[in-house]
């Protein structure tokens, strides 16, 4: 992308060429595609009933192919999940997602945003560190 600027000490005007940078995801095989179906399938409806559990609204859920995170949560109330959590214990899921739907309410790691977060999911330091023990890609 071409942006043009104005340099007022010169009284020049001048382009930069931004380059955009490719986004970080792993390679597709059959067994991602698989995983993929396998996610669509079971992570959307559990997500829906975990917030519906515990009082939440969100706009809409994407899977997706992450290398870099499990799931993160848009201003716009959409929750991406990444398709590698049907592959982790449904404890684990479901932490990613309680984690995922307090962002609805704090889009920070703030102080209010983990005093929700323990009182969802009292554990949650515990099924963090487990979480690391997991690969992403």
């Not at 809409?60 to 109330?77: A, D, H, P, Q, T």
């Amino acid at each position: 992308m071409t942006r043009l600027f104005f340099n007022p000490f010169t009284g020049k005007f001048f382009t930069i060429v931004a380059r955009r940078r490719k986004p970080r995801r792993a390679p597709v095989n059959a067994r991602v595609e698989q995983m993929r179906r396998q996610a669509k399938a079971e992570l959307p409806p559990r997500l829906a009933a975990l917030a519906k559990e515990h009082g939440f609204v969100y706009n809409r859920v994407f899977i997706k192919n992450n290398i870099s995170n499990w799931g993160s949560c848009s201003s716009l109330g959409n929750i991406n999940l990444n398709l590698r959590l049907v592959s982790l214990p449904q404890e684990l899921q479901d932490y990613v997602m309680l984690h995922e739907l307090c962002h609805l309410r704090y889009l920070n790691h703030g102080p209010e945003f983990h005093a929700l977060l323990e009182q969802l999911c009292p554990h949650h330091r515990e099924l963090k560190k487990q979480l690391r023990n997991y690969p992403l890609a």
